[in-house]
């Protein structure tokens, strides 16, 4: 009886190492690739600018923001800004209406972002925003902010159904708005689902270590701590690629049922470089 007793301790002695093996092994697999992954894309001394050559600096802004002080944010030569509008099939940020009429009040050029959930309709989403958001000739494209972060997750079986939710949603933006949408994304979101599948759309790259080469885009956004005059707390930074005149002509391009807001912008915005001590 004994004997019995000691070979059934010695058993659940075996299986509770190795059990706890198992999970130490999983543990530090987790812990490395987390690390690995803070390492690539976050773990850097952040990176230098060249204003020269991306003279068109802005940023994006959330309720996570607080109340800011837009005329602050304009002296600080931010130009232009996305505000987060909605999330989701119903989800509206609270302070997008206050950061959206302010902002343009202080001559800021702003575009709006709509965060897409995986698990949710395209069109139903892409509804969402446009309930929200009015935009002008002279405000940037609606954007679509497709991330594997927040609870955004898929597997092999759905990734299909992702992809084709986010063509849905994209379709409905720009039926609406006659313009193409931006799409914003990671490097890794970028892998996943955008390339091969959405190339001709205008990229908002988000990698913070060192300057995207291997990807075209349009906006980068380099850092997701930046120190701005009238925010509180950290804010996103964004470059736009290219110069002023480049900046105001992706808004109102060359026709010339625009061109008198194109010269009269481009003029105020060579002045306000000027002064600033920044040419593009």
């Known amino acids: 009886a004994n004997s019995r007793k000691q070979a059934k301790r010695r058993r659940k002695f075996v299986i509770w190492s190795v059990v706890c093996l198992l999970l130490l092994a999983v543990g530090y697999f987790v812990y490395s690739y987390g690390l690995d992954y803070y390492r690539k894309y976050y773990a850097c001394p952040g990176v230098k600018i060249d204003y020269y050559r991306y003279p068109v600096t802005g940023i994006d802004v959330s309720s996570h923001q607080g109340n800011i002080d837009w005329k602050e944010v304009y002296d600080s030569k931010v130009y232009f800004a996305f505000i987060k509008a909605t999330e989701g099939e119903n989800f509206v940020d609270k302070r997008f209406t206050k950061n959206w009429k302010e902002a343009k009040a202080n001559n800021i050029i702003v575009g709006a972002y709509h965060f897409f959930r995986f698990n949710k309709e395209g069109k139903e989403q892409a509804y969402n925003f446009i309930n929200r958001v009015e935009l002008t000739e002279e405000d940037l494209p609606p954007v679509l902010d497709v991330e594997l972060y927040g609870g955004n997750k898929y597997s092999a079986e759905t990734k299909s159904k992702v992809i084709s939710e986010i063509y849905n949603c994209l379709r409905t933006l720009e039926r609406h708005y006659d313009k193409q949408p931006i799409i914003y994304t990671n490097v890794e979101t970028y892998q996943n689902f955008i390339k091969g ?76 470089l000027c002064v600033h001590g920044v040419r593009g």
Do not use: M
């Open 197 to 272: 599948n959405f190339d001709d759309y205008d990229l908002w790259l988000c990698k913070l270590c060192n300057e995207p080469t291997s990807v075209k885009w349009k906006f980068w956004q380099y850092n997701h701590k930046g120190d701005v005059p009238g925010i509180r707390s950290e804010v996103d930074l964004n470059i736009f690629n290219g110069n002023y005149s480049d900046f105001i002509n992706y808004i109102y391009g060359k026709n010339e049922k625009n061109s008198a807001y194109f010269r009269a912008d481009l003029n105020a915005f060579c002045g306000v």
